[in-house]
């Protein structure tokens, strides 16, 4: 076995077949009811990834030119907002194939994976993981979990309609005067405050020290905005707005009509001071409608929670969403880590 580290503007065509066969082969072991992913979407995004993240891409191969598996090194780029809190910390992740998913292997791998972060500089090391005997292993070689969280699936054929339009007309009664927006680009005017409000949400959620706090500006919103276009994603927000006009709460989706069966919701939030009247409700409710309009081929909305989010929970089961599986977040110190790989 032997772990690669590349630049996929590197790779030959040959080398794009080799990789997209393995992670074709872990899509079926991992998701065997989903649809295959888009090797374009992928591709596009490994040429130009994340514009807030230095990524360092990695590859497993059984024998040469075998690729069984893959991973990363990812790291917050200086001139970013979240860099002041992450500057000593690395990400990874890796994922091998069912037959080569054992102990000694995945701890090779691993030891690369921290290698780079030692020769980065970071001083602490977060890996993410899907799977269940991996965050065993990472346990049994020092990690912490550092949030527990999962994958919720919305299979929209189980929507309950009369419920959606019950949530709409019912949520508006308890926040008279309160009035819904859909943008797919936050006006100038409202980006300031926008900017301030996806940030005090989004860090009111519970990860239990799993990120650092995010800032988000309306200079790092812009660019987020053009990022996604580039990718072929279309980003949507809905939000609330108060009688004095004041943004009190969102929710967010994103579509790709490359993966035109999926979407991805993130984050809902509203504004400690106005919750209490069903907002974040009506917003998820709002939302759902929308799909259902402007997305027909879509069959699956697919977000993710804290376990312990409680709240956003029970709104997302009354919704239909289920448990489709568990995402384990790790920490631990880089140099502990290699002294015992």
Same mark, same amino acid.
């Given at each position: ?7 996929? /503007? ?17 899509? +079926? ?23 807030? *993240? ?8 059984? @024998?040469?030119? =075998? ?18 809190? /992450? ?33 980065? %500089? ?19 070689? %020092? ?22 339009? +019950? ?11 309160? /009035? ?8 100038? @005017?409202?980006?300031?405050? *926008? /900017? ?14 799993? =990120? ?26 809905? !939000? ?8 009190? %709460?969102?929710?967010?989706?994103? *579509? ?12 809902? %939030? ?15 409710? @709002? ?14 909305? @697919? ?6 989010? =409680? ?25 502990? !880590?290699?002294?015992?790989?």
């Amino acid at each position: 076995m032997k772990f690669i580290n590349f630049k996929p /503007a590197e790779l030959t065509e040959n080398e794009w077949h080799e990789y997209f066969r393995s992670r074709e082969r872990l899509h +079926h072991e991992n998701n065997p009811r989903s649809p295959l992913p888009s090797t374009k979407r992928r591709r596009d995004y490994m040429l130009d990834p994340h514009p807030d *993240y230095i990524l360092s891409w990695w590859r497993a191969e059984s @024998e040469p030119g =075998a690729v069984v598996g893959m991973g990363g090194v990812w790291w917050a780029k200086k001139n970013t907002s979240i860099y002041k809190e /992450a500057k000593d910390t690395a990400y990874a992740d890796m994922i091998l194939e069912q037959e080569y998913a054992n102990d000694r292997n995945e701890i090779e791998f691993l030891r690369h994976l921290t290698e780079t972060a030692q020769r980065i %500089g970071k001083s602490k090391l977060i890996v993410e993981t899907r799977a269940e005997h991996q965050q065993q292993l990472l346990q049994n070689l %020092g990690f912490d979990i550092v949030s527990q969280r999962a994958t919720y699936r919305l299979h929209v054929s189980d929507v309950n309609l009369e419920m959606i339009e +019950h949530w709409r007309s019912e949520c508006a009664k308890k926040a008279p005067g309160v /009035a819904i927006e859909r943008h797919r680009s936050i006006p100038d @005017e409202d980006l300031v405050e *926008y /900017a301030k409000i996806y940030t005090e949400t989004w860090n009111q959620a519970p990860l239990e020290n799993a =990120a650092p706090d995010m800032i988000v500006t309306p200079e790092s919103r812009r660019k987020m905005e053009s990022y996604f276009e580039s990718q072929g994603e279309i980003w949507t927000t809905i !939000l609330s707005r108060e009688p004095d006009s004041t943004i009190s %709460g969102l929710t967010e989706i994103w *579509y790709n009509p490359e993966l035109d069966y999926y979407i991805e919701q993130g984050l809902t %939030g509203v504004k400690e001071q106005y919750r209490g009247r069903s907002i974040g409700k009506w917003l998820k409710a @709002e939302m759902l409608a929308y799909i259902l309009r402007e997305y027909p081929k879509a069959t699956v909305i @697919e977000t993710g929670n804290a376990d312990t989010n =409680a709240p956003m929970r029970s709104i997302n089961q009354q919704l239909g969403f289920r448990h489709y599986r568990n995402l384990w977040i790790l920490s631990t110190k880089v140099n502990d !880590l290699l002294s015992k790989l």
